[in-house]
């Protein structure tokens, strides 16, 4: 048995030092293989991975040429396939090396411009998709999506730009406008608004900034600052008339802040002033429900007015 188990054991010991040897000779004859092709030719087997979507093999190639045939006339063409092979197989840090080095490069090349609009997607595309992970990779690719349309405003790929710009847009304005929201659930107006507030100044371009203005307007109307809470709803309306389910929500605030800025004033006794502000609720919303309140309100100033002139007239 013991002979028996020692002959296996060499047995082994002797395929592994076999297999090892046959790889370390195809290596050895891949190398030899390289480096005995012209740039060409690495070219075009690297091409062939490529097309076939085998871009770790294809980078192989690629690499090859850029690094042992810096003059050659496909090096340039090399480069680019190289950084794409990199973008296929989602290694984008690298993409973005490569596109930036041909850019750097070749300045003459036919690929020039797709580098560049490359470069852009490639941080683009290395930022998570969810608005709520570290979004630092997009604002790199705002300043390279904004300055390619700059420079290449002919350019076939413009309209690939100006899609993933407002793209990537939308996703940051969703990103500061959810820190709004959950601001807002909280209680913390001040801080909502200031996030609502950065959205509508900054893009202005996205879904986000339409909502963020009428979240804007309810903040102010949550922190009690009917008067301006109505101006802001009344502009919302003005500038969103089609979005017809928030117009109707802002028409709705627009009614209950005026009510409730005239309620502020009769109960700091600013009689006077609130007597005139639902004078006017009656006018502007002739058709409310809350008119009958309003004119309520009306007689209760005036017969304490009659009141307080009997008491002044009997004093004197």
């Known amino acids: 048995m013991s002979y028996v188990f020692h002959y296996r054991k060499q047995l082994t010991a002797y395929l592994v030092l076999l297999v090892i040897s046959m790889a370390i000779l195809s ?22 991975k490529y097309d076939r979507k085998k871009y770790i ?8 040429v850029v690094y042992n045939y810096p003059g050659d006339a496909i090096v340039d063409t090399a480069q ?76 076939e790929l413009l309209g690939q730009a100006q899609e993933y710009l407002l793209a990537g847009r939308t996703r940051m304005a969703h990103k500061y406008y ?13 801080a909502a608004k200031i996030y ?9 371009d996205t879904k986000y900034a339409k909502l963020a203005t009428f979240q804007y307007a309810l903040m102010e ?10 101006k802001k709803f009344e502009s919302f309306i003005a500038v969103f008339p089609d979005d ?17 800025s005239c309620q502020q004033m009769y109960k700091k006794g600013k009689m006077t002033d609130a007597r005139q502000c639902w004078e006017e609720f009656t006018r502007d919303f002739p058709d409310n429900k809350k008119v009958k309140k309003a004119v309520s ?6 017969k304490l007015n009659q009141k307080q002139n009997t008491q002044e007239h009997a004093g004197t």
């Open 27 to 48: 290596c050895g004859s891949a190398v030899q293989n390289l480096s005995s092709l012209s740039a060409r030719e690495l070219f075009l087997k690297g091409k062939e």
């Open 57 to 64: 093999n294809a980078i192989e190639y690629f690499q090859t």
């Open 80 to 155: 680019y396939y190289l950084a794409m092979s990199y973008y296929h197989n989602r290694d984008y840090e690298l993409a973005t090396v490569e596109f930036n080095r041909l850019a750097t490069n070749y300045p003459s090349s036919a690929y020039f411009e797709k580098a560049i609009f490359m470069k852009a997607v490639s941080f683009f595309e290395a930022t998570p998709q969810h608005y709520g992970l570290d979004q630092s990779d997009l604002k790199k690719a705002f300043k390279l999506f904004e300055d390619f349309i700059i420079d290449f405003p002919e350019s």
């Open 178 to 190: 959810s820190s709004g929201i959950l601001y807002s659930r909280i209680s913390a107006y001040k």
């Open 196 to 204: 609502f507030q950065l959205v509508i100044d900054e893009y202005t």
């Open 221 to 230: 109307y949550k922190s009690k600052n009917y008067a301006e809470a109505r």
């Open 244 to 260: 017809e389910k928030l117009v109707k929500k802002a028409r709705e605030k627009i009614v209950d802040a005026a009510f409730h």
């Open 297 to 302: 309100y009306i007689k209760k100033i005036d």
